[in-house]
């Protein structure tokens, strides 16, 4: 019985601690930064539907002879339908490539925006320059280490030179 009462004490232990690693987890920016990314995406996402489906695709059906993207399709059944909506009504297998045509502009939209958003974040997130790692003798003008006090090729005293130009080894 006592053996019981142990082994239940430290499963409760282990799932309070899992809860408040969860929790932890949880509460780091990082993740709280992707849930606001999420939801503001999603958000962009039905603005750019609109956009495409509300405001460019109704003058570019127009200037194609009043073609309504979303009511192309090929119709599969061999059964003559009216439209896309009596199609689906009567359950014939249909290809609607307008509501594709439709989703890809969206996502171009989608795209282009975010590469207008990020190409300059990209830009300011450029690593420094390295620091370097050699320079140039004076004298012979080899590549040497830059902590190098005696060029290895014309074995020249560079102590002196460094100290001319007001430099520490």
Same mark, same amino acid.
């Given at each position: 019985?006592?053996?019981? *009462?142990?082994? %239940? ?8 601690? $899992? ?10 920016? =990082?993740? $709280? +930064? ?10 962009? !996402? ?6 495409? %489906?509300?405001?460019?695709? @109704? ?5 194609? !002879?009043?073609? +309504?993207?979303? =009511?192309?399709?090929? %119709?599969?059944?061999?059964? @003559? ?8 009504? *009567? !359950?014939?297998?249909?290809? =609607?490539?307008?509501?594709?045509? %439709? ?16 190409? #300059? ?9 390295? *620091? @370097?790692?050699? /320079? ?8 040497? #280490? ?5 060029? @290895?090729?014309? &074995? ?8 001319? /130009?007001?430099? &520490?080894?």
């Amino acid at each position: 019985m006592k053996n019981n *009462a142990v082994a %239940n004490s430290s499963t409760v232990k282990g799932i309070s601690g $899992l809860l408040k690693e969860f929790k932890e987890f949880a509460l780091r920016g =990082n993740v $709280l +930064d992707l849930a606001i990314a999420v939801i503001i995406g999603t958000a962009f !996402g039905r603005i750019s539907t609109s956009l495409v %489906n509300d405001i460019i695709m @109704p003058p570019i059906g127009l200037l194609l !002879g009043r073609v +309504d993207f979303a =009511n192309l399709y090929i %119709n599969l059944s061999g059964k @003559p339908y009216a439209s896309l909506a009596d199609a689906k009504a *009567a !359950g014939a297998a249909t290809i =609607n490539y307008g509501a594709f045509l %439709n989703t890809v502009i969206d996502f171009l939209i989608v795209a282009f925006v975010l590469f207008l958003i990020l190409k #300059p974040i990209y830009q300011l997130r450029q690593p420094a320059p390295a *620091a @370097p790692t050699s /320079k140039e003798c004076p004298y012979c003008f080899s590549t040497i #280490p830059i902590k190098a006090v005696r060029c @290895p090729q014309c &074995t020249s005293d560079l102590t002196t030179t460094m100290a001319s /130009k007001g430099e &520490t080894a």
